[in-house]
């Protein structure tokens, strides 16, 4: 397995161009089985969990073809027509599932378009159980028929899906996507109540209305869906990854240094730029994105907890850990998303940090200094937040288990490196 090795202390300053959202992308991918005409999707990030589910639409009958020129994810990504014309299965097989559990988004899109889906129960992950009830309650809500057998959600609606009042006891981003899929052409009107806010739900109503769908609300914690016949193709261009917007932000923060985020939105960073600035770095919009700085002396404590969006996304918490690891005073990060989303603690306390966890409360009494030592990557976050805390860190860091960043980094150190990084990734 492939590790990153990194010698800290530097102070970063260049151009990064942000990819497109992974979190985006992947709803969208699986919205194109809501049609028989091709869609296509421009700026697709390269990474792990794309290919991951064009393999699963490709087994529903897809065809996925990556018509943009390879630019290596310079500018603008990749452009990928994904066109089912004809679904072959209406099973999504464990061992794709188990691989991504984002898969469980083609649930909606199947039931919707073919009446019945056969998909493999995702199973838990390293950072919690990750359930699906709230998907399937609501895909009941709609008319669905829903049997749990031999690990598998048999879910069916020979008659098609009618529209209902689906109300979330609590706010879940993929329920909140699974559902709106489903509801675009269920007969009558579907209302989501306590809707997902996040900027990818808003991006995947657009694209689908794109397709000939009427939703409307999206962004709000109150989307309505009218149903419709069919939907028809489109192109759509997936927005910006503000999750990776804000981790170079930190990476700029956390080495004292400055980076140009080309493609990121201000108004989509929303609470990390608040916890960012409050932790001392600025932020000034520039003609193609966003530049974050900090140049002010010392790392300001801040205290977070993460929520849905319009508040702090869980998937900058270990971000925001590395950096307040060197912050003057102590900070509190408090995960109230998921219930095990703080492996990257013990990691980051071998680079000396000073954590304490209370529940879902971490303390971060922040140090002068860490040092590098040899790490392991558990998930996606906790990986690039061992990343962050490397870049400053004195000395040399090994991270292994760097397929955990594939999944979630493009291209992570051919964009860090151009800023000044010294990080090679060294061939198992
Ligand atoms: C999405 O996951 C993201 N993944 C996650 O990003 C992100 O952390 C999460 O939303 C929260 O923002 C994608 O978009 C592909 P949820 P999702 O349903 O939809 C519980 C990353 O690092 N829950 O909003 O799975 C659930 O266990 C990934 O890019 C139920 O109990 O998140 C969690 O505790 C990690 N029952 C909470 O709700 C359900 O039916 C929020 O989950 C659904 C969720």
Redo the contacts with the bound molecule.
């Keep these: 397995m492939d590790k990153i090795r990194i010698r800290g202390g530097l102070r970063l300053k260049g151009t990064i161009n942000i990819s497109g959202a ?2 985006a992308a ?2 969208l991918m699986a919205a194109s089985l809501l049609s028989d005409e091709p869609l296509v999707l421009g700026n697709i990030p390269h990474l792990a969990d794309i290919t991951t589910l064009a393999q699963l639409l490709v087994n529903h009958g897809a065809t996925v073809e990556t018509n943009g020129h390879d630019d290596g994810g310079n500018t603008g990504g990749r452009e990928l027509r994904l066109h089912a014309a004809r679904i072959t299965s209406t099973t999504a097989p464990y061992d794709i599932v188990r691989k991504m ?2 898969s469980v988004l083609v649930l909606g899109p199947l039931v919707a378009r073919m009446g019945e889906a056969k998909v493999s129960l995702p199973g838990g992950c390293a ?9 399937l309650k609501g895909l009941e809500n709609l008319g669905a028929r829903i049997v749990l057998e031999d690990g598998y959600v048999h879910a069916s609606a020979p008659k098609g899906l009618r529209g209902n009042e689906v109300r979330f006891p ?6 909140t ?1 699974n559902l709106m899929m489903a509801a675009v052409l269920a007969q009558g009107t579907t209302v989501l109540d306590n809707a ?1 806010r ?1 900027p ?1 739900i808003m991006d995947l109503a657009d694209c689908l209305n794109a397709m000939g769908a009427k939703v409307s609300g999206a962004g709000s914690s109150r989307i309505e869906i009218q149903g419709v016949a069919r939907l028809h193709g489109a192109q759509h261009r997936v927005m910006s990854d503000r ?1 990776e917007a804000g981790t170079y932000a930190a990476a700029a923060a956390v080495t004292g240094g400055e980076i140009d985020l080309i493609g990121a939105r201000l108004e989509h960073m929303g609470a990390i730029a608040v916890a960012l600035a409050e932790s001392g770095s600025h932020f000034e919009v520039i003609p193609d994105g966003l530049r974050a700085t900090r140049h002010v002396r010392g790392i300001q404590p801040v205290d977070i907890t993460t929520q ?1 969006y319009p508040g702090f ?3 900058m918490q270990a971000q925001m850990m590395a950096l307040l690891a060197l912050a003057n005073g102590a900070s509190t990060v408090t995960e109230a ?3 095990n989303r703080f492996m990257h603690v013990p990691e980051l306390a071998r680079m000396g940090a000073r954590i304490s966890l209370q529940g879902s409360t971490a303390i971060i009494r922040g140090v002068e200094s860490l040092h590098g030592a040899p790490v392991m990557a558990t998930d ?2 906790a990986s690039v937040s061992l990343v962050l805390a490397a870049l400053a860190a004195k000395g040399e860091t090994d991270i292994g288990r760097v397929y955990h960043l594939d999944r ?1 980094y493009e291209r992570l150190v051919e964009k860090l490196a151009p800023c000044g990084a010294d990080i090679e990734r060294l061939p198992a």
Excluded: C, M, Q
């Excluded at 609590?170 to 329920?175: C, D, I, M, T």
């Design positions: 992974k979190n992947l709803p559990r984002a950072i919690g159980a990750r359930p699906i009830d709230l998907h609590f706010v879940s981003v993929g329920a996507e997902a996040e990818e999750i849905p996304p869980t998937d998303i998921f219930e996606l976050r979630g």
